[in-house]
DNA sequence: TTCGTCCTGGTA
DNA sequence: TACCAGGACGAA
């Protein structure tokens, strides 16, 4: 499942390889992987566009489009952004294909189409993306800025780090090795922490975020990057889907449990 | 704040 | 053959 890592993944790839590039035809073979408009409407929109840049917000790749117009593509559970040479072989799943200048083509597939492509405004996009909470590698992203975030909630931990309002794009795998890193049991409440364990959960979220963009992405099954490439980041994973398994730190043994609906992966020995 | 929903391939 | 995985959103 594509976070915040394998999204950054994505752009790194993508952004040389399309940024100056003119979009020349639009494929849609699922509809409802359109938001906001009928296929119609956004080839129409899309066609004779120039990428002018590729950034990421959250989850979200931001395509910036010549005029203003930003397409966003959201990959949510299974989807991918792929590169591909016109002549290539169809990926299975294919919904949406991205014509550009030059014989190659984006392609958005996905398994559970969850994933959404919508094409907005620079206003409209301000509106979608202005719930997210902050970036958590921003530079200017302090602990003083995740306890403004997080301190007045009483939800577990592991719940307020899912939350995108609260803090963008952290997600259920870096969730799990964020409070292991940090060795905060995923139950636990904003107001109990001390000081130190604020700077520890800071500096989880930081470092498994960043060393997940070091390995290019976590694939257990489904993510690639931008020329359809598995991640590598799923061989140093402390706790995630690691449930029987001794704790790198302490021995104990990883233990699963639900928390909001998710899995969550902790060692009940180290993480308390 | 929690839960159901959307989805379908993979696994028990 | 039934169930599980989970990001985000809307409903309760």
């Not at 559970?77 to 550009?100: C, D, H, N, P, Y």
């Amino acid at each position: 499942m594509p976070e915040l890592p394998e999204v950054e993944t994505i752009v790194c790839e993508l952004c040389p390889l399309t940024v100056g590039r003119g979009i020349t035809d639009i494929e849609v073979l699922w509809p409802g992987s359109i938001a906001g408009a009928t296929p119609e409407e956004f080839a129409a929109r899309l066609v004779g566009r120039t990428i002018d840049g590729l950034t990421r917000r959250a989850k979200f790749l931001l395509f910036h489009l010549t005029g203003g117009d930003v397409l966003l593509v959201h990959l949510r559970m299974t989807g991918r952004l792929v590169l591909r040479s016109r002549g290539a072989a169809e990926e299975r799943f294919a919904k949406v294909i991205i014509g550009l200048e030059g014989d190659e083509e984006l392609r958005f597939t996905d398994i559970r189409k969850f994933g959404r492509l919508q094409l907005a405004t620079a206003e409209e996009v301000v509106d979608l993306l202005g719930s997210l909470g902050p970036e958590p590698l921003a530079e200017e992203f302090g602990v003083a800025e995740l306890k403004r975030a997080l301190g007045k909630r009483k939800a577990p931990l592991k719940s307020l780090l899912l939350n995108q309002t609260l803090l963008a794009g952290v997600g259920n795998i870096y969730a799990d090795e964020a409070l292991f890193l940090a060795g905060l049991n995923p139950q636990r409440r904003p107001r109990s922490l001390s000081e130190v364990e604020w700077q520890g959960l800071h500096a989880g979220i930081r470092r498994a975020l960043q060393a997940g963009i070091e390995d290019r992405g976590t694939t257990f099954s489904d993510f690639r990057d931008g020329r359809g490439r598995p991640g590598n980041h799923q061989d140093s994973l402390s706790v995630y889907r690691r449930t029987g398994q001794a704790c790198p730190r302490c021995g104990g043994t990883i233990a699963r449990t639900v928390i909001s609906g998710r899995g969550t992966h902790f060692c009940p020995s180290c993480q308390v």
